[in-house]
């Protein structure tokens, strides 16, 4: 099995700039470190999701 290689995501610049405004369901956050860290929460829980997902169609 080959090793992984980490990857390492950038700034997602463009989401930045086009987050929704006035949605009650998507809150507006105009400082880009606390919306990097949530950017990163966000993108580790799809990719559990997409594990999880796997492994029950594995089942």
């Known amino acids: ?3 992984m290689i980490p990857l ?7 989401q930045y700039l086009n987050q929704p405004l ?8 105009l400082n880009p470190r ?5 950017y990163r929460v966000e993108l580790l829980e799809r990719c559990f999701m997409q594990d999880l997902e796997s492994q029950e ?3």
């Open 1 to 3: 099995m080959a090793p």
């Open 8 to 14: 390492k995501p950038r700034f997602p610049v463009w």
């Open 22 to 29: 006035f949605h009650l369901a998507y809150p507006l956050i």
């Open 34 to 38: 606390r919306y990097w860290f949530h």
């Open 57 to 59: 169609r594995r089942d």
